[in-house]
């Protein structure tokens, strides 16, 4: 499945009267994406849910894109070998441009675990856009939550190339916003939140 390799000829762009300027100033905000990724339960549906329910309380419009909620449609014909996963993260990094483009805070929260296929996402914005947000807690940690059971069934051998096990996670090089537990506790959610909450009135998206 080489999704990079254009199948369609002779196809041309429309622009629409209405653009992201107007939308943006009817908002009150500007459009942008926020990537959060992490290992398997390093609280990103966890973080992407704060976050969103804090944006909206603000009356900033948010929507989260969480990419075990993915699967279950856009995604569902992919499963978790290093091209599927790629094709996983370019299909939401599209997705998530379009909603950046229609003026909101595209909150998407995936393992994402290869640093081109985030640097492919990163390159489909504008510089400032694409707001990469590590979730930095170790396996350790990551592992004794279990949620979900998998890192047992991955530890059992029941699970093949399950990130962290057997499977790679490439931390960021340059992310904008890292959280990391202290002394072995994470932060709570709330205080995640407020981080990038901060860095986005900061950096201006909260306004128009
Ligand atoms: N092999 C393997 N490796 C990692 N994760 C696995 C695997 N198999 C199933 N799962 C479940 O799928 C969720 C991750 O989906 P993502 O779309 O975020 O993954 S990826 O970005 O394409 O790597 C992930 O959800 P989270 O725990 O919320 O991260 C798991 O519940
Ligand atoms: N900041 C936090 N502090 C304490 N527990 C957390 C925090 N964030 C998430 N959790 C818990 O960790 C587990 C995994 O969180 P989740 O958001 O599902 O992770 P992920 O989406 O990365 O797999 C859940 O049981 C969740 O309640």
Redesign the pocket.
């Known amino acids: 499945m080489s999704s990079t390799v254009p199948k369609s000829s002779n196809i041309f762009w429309h622009d629409c009267p209405v653009g992201k300027t107007d939308r943006q100033k009817l908002l009150k905000q500007k459009g942008c994406v926020v990537w959060i990724t992490?290992l398997?339960?390093?609280?990103?549906?966890?973080?992407a849910c704060t976050l969103g329910r804090e944006l909206h309380t603000r009356g900033k419009l948010a929507y989260v894109l969480d990419g075990d909620n993915l699967r279950h449609g856009l995604n569902k014909d992919l499963g978790f070998k290093a091209e599927d996963r790629a094709e996983n993260i370019r299909r939401v990094g599209e997705v998530a441009k379009l909603f950046a483009d229609a003026g909101l805070v595209c909150i998407a929260?995936l393992i994402s675990p290869y640093r081109r296929d985030r640097e492919s996402c990163r390159a489909l914005l504008s510089d400032s856009s694409f707001i990469e947000v590590f979730?930095n807690m170790s396996l350790e940690l990551c592992e004794a939550?279990d949620?979900k059971g998998l890192y047992k069934l991955a530890r059992a051998g029941k699970i093949k190339g399950f990130t962290g096990i057997d499977d790679p996670y490439e931390a960021p090089l340059n992310c904008e916003i890292e959280i990391k537990e202290v002394d072995g506790v994470?932060?709570?959610?709330a205080e995640?939140a407020g981080q990038v909450v901060t860095y986005l009135e900061e950096k201006g998206f909260l306004h128009e």
């Not at 994470?186 to 959610?189: G, H, M, Q, S």
Request: one cysteine or more; a positive charge.
């Open positions: 992490g398997s339960g390093s609280g990103k549906s966890t973080l929260s979730l939550r949620p994470c932060p709570p959610p995640m």
